[in-house]
């Protein structure tokens, strides 16, 4: 299959086709997404829930919605400080709870923009794009997509040990660890186990156990370094993630950033770039010192990888047990209509 599509073709549909969408994946992390560029759906956590369903329905780690910036409130707030960015992307997670952003869910939403022909991004050129952690710019470098994910931050300095660490993690499979806060715009927490662990014995059909719990909660990673293969390549780390309201997913932007950051803090190394090996796939994460306001200088962090589109179709309302005291699935054909 080709991954274009004009436009006219992602955004009609029959009465019998039902709403169109698109699904794809970056390293693994993967979407139902859908354009709606006028913010007409109404689309409800149920809705949502069953969708993402991989049993009973098309199956993903989340959805994202494709609406102009201007047409909802969170966009046209990112629109006063960036009015280049035209789109929003509209993140809930698996379970129906919305999300300030996602990082490889950046990468495959561009991708969307791109293959819809509701944006054009020529190599080497940048797009912006709203979310609710604010406005990221994409980058098409070769056939992948780098994302200014922005400066890091540690999330709970205040209650940091000695060594840096601010929370206790516990999950099947691993001893109790010491793990580190970190905000990419949304919150992780950080386990960075000795060089060379193996992370197959790790049981993450559960939510690891976090304390201090954050208010929001949070995303758990469980990572460890490898011995360099290749003094001329980045540094290698294996990791893998829990995602709030998701589970364990094949891959994490954010998250690899996180980890990066955190590897970074507790090993003492400070490269500018990481290979962050997820089970879906490598991507790359590098570090760039940028002026923030007035004098300080803020380091931000650039998350790098693929995007790709499987399949496309249409969420016929009538096939799904949309609650119907809340008519999404009567607005939802309606607008296909």
């Known amino acids: 299959m080709t991954d ?20 794809g994946h970056g390293t693994g992390n993967d979407f139902v997404l ?28 989340g959805l994202i919605r494709a609406v102009r910036s201007e047409r909802l409130p ?23 709870t919305i999300a300030e952003m996602c990082g490889n869910g950046v990468r495959v939403f561009v991708h969307f923009l791109v293959s819809t022909g509701l944006a054009d991004l020529p190599a080497g050129s940048t797009l912006t794009i709203g979310t609710r952690a604010g406005a990221k ?32 993690v516990s999950a099947p499979g691993v001893e109790v660890q010491r793990g580190v806060s970190i905000d990419m715009g949304n919150p992780h927490t950080v386990v960075i ?33 490898k011995e360099p293969e290749n003094p001329q390549l980045p540094r290698v780390i294996t990791m893998r993630v829990y995602e709030r309201s998701v589970g364990e997913t094949q ?28 089970p879906g796939g490598p991507v790359l994460v590098r570090f760039q010192k940028e002026r923030g306001m007035g004098a300080a200088v803020r380091e931000h962090v650039f998350l790098r990888g693929p995007a790709r589109m499987v399949s496309k179709g249409a969420i016929d309302p009538e096939m799904w047990d949309f609650p119907r005291e809340t008519s999404d699935a009567s607005k939802l054909l309606e607008v296909a209509r």
């Not at 560029?37 to 949502?48: A, C, F, R, V």
């Not at 969170?74 to 129906?96: H, K």
């Not at 059909?205 to 370094?225: D, K």
């Not at 998250?255 to 990481?274: I, M």
């Open 137 to 168: 710019k994409v980058t098409l470098i070769g056939s992948d997509y780098e994302i200014d994910m922005g400066p890091w931050r540690k999330a709970f300095p205040e209650r940091s040990a000695e060594d840096g660490t601010d929370a206790v």
């Open 251 to 278: 891959a994490c932007g954010t998250g690899a950033c996180a980890t990066a950051v955190a590897v970074r803090l507790q090993s003492g190394l400070h490269d500018a770039e990481w290979t962050v090996q997820m």
């Open 193 to 225: 186990l000795p060089p060379g662990t193996p992370l197959s014995p790790l049981n993450l059909f559960t939510a690891p156990h976090v304390s201090p719990r954050p208010r929001r909660g949070t995303n758990v990673e469980f990572a460890s370094l």
């Open 74 to 96: 969170e966009g046209r707030e990112v629109l006063t400080f960036a009015p280049q960015a035209e789109w929003f992307m509209d993140y809930r997670n698996a379970d129906g």
């Open 4 to 23: 274009s599509l004009t436009e006219s073709e992602a955004l009609t549909s029959t009465p019998l086709q039902g709403v169109p969408y698109w699904k």
């Open 34 to 61: 859908i354009a709606d560029p006028d913010g007409n759906l109404e689309i409800s956590s149920t809705m949502t829930s069953q969708i993402c369903d991989r049993h009973k329905g098309i199956g993903a780690d």
